[in-house]
């Protein structure tokens, strides 16, 4: 029988489910562990902060989630499909896990975060050529 989310352990769990989930995941894996790099064992108790924050009103979480999102875009374009993604799975995981209002609040605030962080992204325009240097470009007849 499935619980709601009521602790800091319970947090974990989803975030730990989450990512084996995510960073496994053929559309969006790779930016996890290629583009990232990400160090799960130094992300998760930060992640998990985030969320405790959110959903229990812990007050645990200092810092800003959106720049490190940007950063990665300059790295490898984020898209609407990876943002897409990441909210099939994050909801996927949670049903398997829980249900209850807190539940039904981490889905929906994973709605809000996807659309927020993915508008944001769309502003920041598209990344510099990789490789450096200028770009030589051509203007007016040739």
Do not use: C, N
Not at 27 to 40: E, P, R, S
Not at 49 to 77: N, V
């Amino acid at each position: 029988m499935k619980h709601d989310i009521e602790t800091r352990d319970d947090v974990e769990r989803l975030v730990r489910a989450f990512y084996a989930r995510a960073m496994d995941d053929p559309m969006i894996g790779y930016l996890f562990t290629d583009v990232a790099q990400l160090d799960l064992e130094a992300h998760v108790p930060q992640i998990t902060a985030f969320w405790e924050t959110i959903l229990l009103g812990a007050q645990t979480y200092r810092g800003g989630a959106f720049a490190p999102h940007a950063q990665l875009h300059f790295k490898s374009p984020l898209r609407g499909g990876h943002f897409e993604r990441w909210l099939t799975l994050w909801t996927t995981t949670v049903d398997e896990l829980f249900e209850g209002p807190r539940a039904g609040y981490a889905k929906h605030h994973a709605t809000r975060v996807a659309r927020a962080f993915h508008g944001r992204i769309e502003t920041l325009g598209q990344p510099a050529p990789s490789g450096g240097g200028f770009a030589v470009t051509q203007h007016g007849p040739r």
